[in-house]
């Protein structure tokens, strides 16, 4: 081979949102591109064992959960033993049809679609291990690793599948169980916590932090604790588990270092996520993962080895599908010199639990260690006649603004439809308005929006 061709300009590894994105955004830069996936089907763990089954289960737990609210109009109960089947049933469906959707967005951008598993040779060749046996390799360019990630397994948890459970696994289970522990706080335990305790399940939560989601906001947390708990959950901060086994009989026996025992019919473990790299033979590229299993980049999301870039979950929190988004257009980007404006920094971020929580920009807590005295704005969805219509009264929008109260730095929101309302307030953010922009504008009436003038209004009253 003529030194300086390759096969391709750019080769993605993994389908995932991080890895399709990647590759899209090459190959409408006009490069030669192919996207590699040892699954049959596209997507990664995000759309097949994660973020849509996921979803589908929380659009049927919502359901079970307004009709337990509305007992005036109808006497609804889940049988015994309903089947999870019947709470996913348009799983596969929709599965499906992602699949079809991507795969003609792939086909239609000319990008080579490659099912194999793979490894590198050295950082420009990588030797492709096809579902037939049969070997090959490739050569390009630039590399860019979206292979997303898979479940951590404690030692002293012992993940069978069948009683204990990952969060690949845990939409595997027969039967809707009575009870379930869920082990970790992050964002994927409060999402099926929540999940299950507005199916009825009896949950316990259990981790080592004070509480849940420690990146957001404290105000959220709270809102979110307190709805949790509201449903009938447990949750059980600043708890070390020591020990989880099977009875034998019918009972997961979660046992705490100081001394709380929980016991569940079911138990799911959901302590963090691994870079999904051991089979890359990185170091064959001059790469390794950093003390915490992940892939180390820079600010443009190069890796220590200049044509080799990373994003999605190798990289590590926030560890989220739209940001994974971003990141994997970004990689595109500045591997391939194409220039990118700052506001793709600001990355919103959703957690679809019951309730819901959304949030851009900074968190007050971040927002006072860089300014100082910042001015707070908040509205409770009690406040406005659609959260009272739609029974969304527990929820809250906030806003953080600067000393002065003028620029945005944050807006905070918890409850049904926060992943939604929250995209007014970035682009507000992306378009750097100023926090009148809320009392200016005219919304829809009733809608969830007016909180943001009501939180604007609270933040020029404090106006210095």
């Given at each position: 081979?003529?030194?300086?061709?390759?096969?391709?300009?750019?080769?993605?590894?993994?389908s995932?949102?991080?890895?399709?994105?990647?590759?899209?955004?090459?190959?409408?830069a006009?490069?030669?591109?192919?996207?590699?996936?040892?699954?049959?089907?596209f997507?990664g763990?995000?759309?097949?064992r994660g973020?849509?089954?996921?979803?589908?289960?929380?659009?049927?737990?919502?359901?079970?959960?307004?009709?337990?609210?509305?007992?005036?109009?109808?006497?609804?109960?889940?049988?015994?033993?309903?089947?999870?089947a019947?709470?996913v049933?348009?799983?596969?469906e929709?599965?499906?049809?992602?699949?079809?959707?991507?795969?003609?967005q792939?086909?239609?951008?000319?990008?080579?679609?490659?099912?194999g598993?793979?490894?590198?040779?050295?950082?420009?060749?990588?030797?492709?291990?096809?579902?037939?046996?049969?070997?090959?390799?490739?050569?390009?360019?630039?590399?860019?690793?979206?292979?997303?990630?898979?479940?951590?397994?404690?030692?002293?948890?012992?993940?069978?599948?069948?009683?204990?459970?990952?969060?690949?696994?845990?939409l595997?289970?027969l039967?809707l169980?009575?009870?379930?522990?869920?082990?970790?706080?992050?964002?994927?335990?409060?999402?099926?916590?929540?999940?299950f305790?507005?199916?009825?399940?009896?949950?316990?939560?259990?981790?080592?932090?004070?509480?849940?989601?420690g990146?957001?906001?404290?105000?959220?947390?709270d809102?979110?604790?307190?709805?949790?708990?509201?449903?009938?959950?447990?949750?059980?901060?600043?708890?070390?588990?020591?020990?989880?086994?099977?009875?034998?009989?019918?009972?997961?026996?979660t046992?705490?270092?100081?001394?709380?025992i929980?016991?569940?019919q079911?138990?799911?473990?959901?302590?963090?996520?691994l870079?999904?790299v051991?089979?890359?033979?990185?170091?064959?590229?001059?790469l390794?993962?950093n003390e915490?299993?992940?892939?180390?980049?820079?600010?443009?999301?190069?890796?220590?080895?200049?044509?080799?870039?990373?994003?999605?979950?190798?990289i590590?929190?926030?560890?989220?599908?739209?940001?994974s988004?971003?990141?994997?257009?970004?990689?595109?980007?500045?591997?391939?010199?194409?220039?990118?404006?700052?506001?793709?920094?600001?990355?919103?971020?959703?957690?679809?639990?019951?309730?819901?929580?959304?949030?851009?920009?900074?968190?007050?807590?971040q927002?006072?260690?860089?300014?100082?005295?910042?001015?707070?704005?908040?509205a409770?969805?009690?406040?406005v006649?659609?959260?009272?219509?739609?029974?969304?009264?527990?929820?809250?929008?906030?806003?953080?603004?600067?000393?002065?109260g003028?620029?945005?730095?944050?807006?905070?929101?918890?409850?049904?439809?926060?992943?939604e309302?929250?995209?007014i307030?970035?682009?507000?953010m992306?378009?750097?308005?100023?926090?009148?922009?809320?009392?200016?504008?005219?919304?829809?009436?009733?809608?969830l929006?007016?909180?943001?003038?009501?939180?604007?209004?609270?933040?020029?009253?404090?106006?210095?």
């Amino acid at each position: 081979m003529i030194k300086g061709t390759f096969d391709y300009d750019v080769a993605v590894i993994g389908s995932g949102p991080a890895g399709q994105k990647a590759a899209v955004q090459a190959a409408k830069a006009g490069q030669r591109v192919a996207i590699i996936e040892q699954d049959s089907l596209f997507g990664g763990a995000c759309v097949h064992r994660g973020t849509i089954p996921s979803k589908t289960l929380r659009e049927n737990a919502l359901r079970v959960k307004n009709m337990r609210q509305n007992v005036a109009l109808v006497d609804f109960k889940l049988g015994e033993d309903t089947e999870m089947a019947t709470l996913v049933d348009r799983l596969d469906e929709v599965l499906k049809a992602h699949d079809g959707f991507m795969r003609q967005q792939i086909d239609r951008n000319k990008i080579e679609r490659i099912h194999g598993r793979v490894s590198f040779v050295d950082n420009q060749t990588l030797l492709i291990n096809r579902v037939g046996g049969e070997t090959s390799e490739i050569t390009s360019n630039k590399v860019i690793i979206a292979t997303g990630s898979y479940p951590r397994h404690p030692d002293n948890i012992p993940v069978d599948h069948e009683h204990i459970f990952d969060s690949d696994s845990i939409l595997s289970m027969l039967y809707l169980p009575s009870s379930l522990t869920v082990l970790g706080g992050g964002v994927i335990a409060s999402e099926y916590a929540s999940i299950f305790q507005a199916l009825g399940v009896k949950v316990t939560m259990i981790d080592r932090y004070p509480t849940p989601l420690g990146f957001l906001d404290s105000d959220m947390t709270d809102r979110f604790v307190q709805e949790f708990e509201a449903m009938g959950g447990t949750w059980l901060g600043n708890q070390k588990v020591q020990k989880v086994h099977w009875n034998g009989v019918s009972e997961v026996i979660t046992e705490c270092e100081d001394g709380t025992i929980v016991r569940s019919q079911k138990l799911l473990c959901a302590a963090g996520r691994l870079a999904n790299v051991k089979d890359l033979q990185l170091q064959n590229a001059g790469l390794t993962v950093n003390e915490r299993g992940l892939i180390s980049v820079d600010e443009q999301l190069c890796s220590v080895v200049s044509n080799i870039y990373a994003a999605g979950d190798v990289i590590g929190p926030p560890s989220l599908a739209s940001a994974s988004m971003e990141q994997g257009r970004r990689a595109s980007c500045n591997a391939l010199g194409i220039k990118i404006g700052d506001s793709s920094q600001l990355i919103p971020a959703g957690i679809y639990g019951v309730p819901e929580l959304s949030s851009v920009g900074l968190t007050e807590q971040q927002a006072r260690e860089q300014y100082g005295d910042v001015i707070v704005g908040k509205a409770n969805f009690s406040e406005v006649a659609r959260g009272q219509i739609s029974g969304n009264t527990g929820g809250m929008l906030k806003i953080v603004s600067d000393p002065q109260g003028d620029a945005i730095l944050g807006v905070m929101l918890v409850g049904e439809s926060s992943t939604e309302v929250v995209h007014i307030g970035h682009m507000a953010m992306l378009c750097h308005a100023k926090v009148d922009i809320f009392i200016e504008s005219t919304f829809n009436f009733p809608t969830l929006a007016e909180a943001y003038r009501i939180a604007a209004l609270e933040i020029v009253a404090k106006r210095p």
